[in-house]
């Protein structure tokens, strides 16, 4: 039998805040997206997204327009 989701858990994609200093400017903070992560949620080059803080430790990623899904049918139940 196959555990679920909900017995195995979310996937978790650890990573670090990059810093980009430039000269005479403060430096920028970068977070990139696990490739995978990215795949998963249909995540495109160029895309629009906003981060939400929820609480001090909780960001949420809006994303205002959603890709059409690629899907041709949906995924079957286990």
């Known amino acids: 039998m196959t555990p679920s989701t909900d017995q195995i858990g ?3 994609y650890p990573l ?3 810093a980009i200093r430039s000269r005479g400017q403060q430096a920028r903070l970068y977070v990139y997206f696990p490739l995978p992560l990215a795949a998963a949620i249909g995540l495109a080059p160029g895309e629009l997204v906003e981060w939400e803080l929820l609480e001090r430790g909780e960001l949420h990623l809006v994303r205002h327009q959603l ?3 690629r899907a041709r049918r949906p995924a079957a139940l286990r």
Do not use: D, H, N, T
């Open 67 to 69: 890709p059409a899904p």
């Open 10 to 12: 979310p996937a978790r």
């Open 16 to 18: 670090k805040v990059q």
